[in-house]
T-cell receptor, first 115, second 113 residues
Framework: AQTVTQSQPEMSVQEAETVTLSCTYD???????LFWYKQPPSRQMILVIR??????QNATENRFSVNFQKAAKSFSLKISDSQLGDTAMYFC????????????FGPGTRLSVLP | SAVISQKPSRDICQRGTSLTIQCQVD?????MFWYRQQPGQSLTLIAT?????????ESGFVIDKFPISRPNLTFSTLTVSNMSPEDSSIYLC??????????FGQGTRLTVV
């Protein structure tokens, strides 16, 4: 079974600064996807960024980028130029590419962006 | 992106009663997923709902407690039966688009008193 670990229950960052959220996972699969989802107080889950395991190049999406280390099973999220609207719970998620695919979510990191 | 309408957005229910949560998607999807998010916790998959077949439940979740309907490719319901305070959670429905991108409803915040 797959597991996803986020070792930082809470983090804070000053507005305009950079913060990195950690995620590690455990799997015996070779083909899979990794995701970061954001859940603001509105409860809506929002996709932040996605990484295909077969791609060595790290995904980027505007101010969001990942550091994907497949051998180490590490998938950290870097948020640059943090904004107040980035305040949310951030969940790292794993999805294997097989029939009945579903997500395994990490426990989440609560990020607070301070003015 | 997918538009998912989930309702009710919140409810307060008496223990022993049941609540049915509805999820409507703006286009046809093969699989719909139901998650539970207990207070301060992550998301846990309850079951996968396929149109025309029985839902597939994850370990720890049973059909008698969480019956699911999937009458067509755009709609599903999850019922939380015989509720107790331990069922107080956020319940979310989700669909996959393009095989890998998950979209979520707005969630239903359930409080059982």
């Amino acid at each position: 079974a797959q597991t996803v670990t986020q070792s930082q229950p809470e983090m804070s960052v000053q507005e305009a600064e950079t913060v990195t959220l950690s995620c590690t996972y455990d799997t015996s699969e070779n083909n899979y996807y990794l995701f970061w989802y954001k859940q603001p107080p509105s409860r809506q889950m929002i996709l932040v960024i996605r990484q295909e395991a077969y791609k060595q190049q790290n995904a980027t999406e505007n101010r969001f980028s990942v550091n994907f280390q497949k051998a180490a099973k590490s998938f950290s999220l870097k948020i640059s130029d943090s904004q107040l609207g980035d305040t949310a719970m951030y969940f790292c998620a794993f999805m294997k590419l097989t029939v009945g695919q579903n997500f395994v979510f990490g426990p989440g990191t609560r990020l607070s962006v301070l003015p | 992106s997918a538009v998912i309408s989930q309702k009710p957005s919140r409810d307060i229910c008496q223990r022993g009663t049941s609540l049915t949560i509805q999820c409507q998607v703006d286009s046809q999807v093969t699989m719909m997923f139901w998650y539970r998010q207990q207070p301060g916790q992550s998301l846990t998959l309850i079951a996968t709902a396929n149109q025309g077949s029985e839902a597939t439940y994850e370990s720890g979740f049973v059909i008698d407690k969480f019956p699911i309907s999937r009458p067509n490719l755009t709609f599903s319901t999850l019922t939380v039966s015989n509720m107790s305070p331990e069922d107080s959670s956020i319940y979310l429905c989700s669909v996959l688009r393009g095989g890998t991108e998950a979209f979520f409803g707005q969630g239903t915040r359930l409080t059982v008193v």
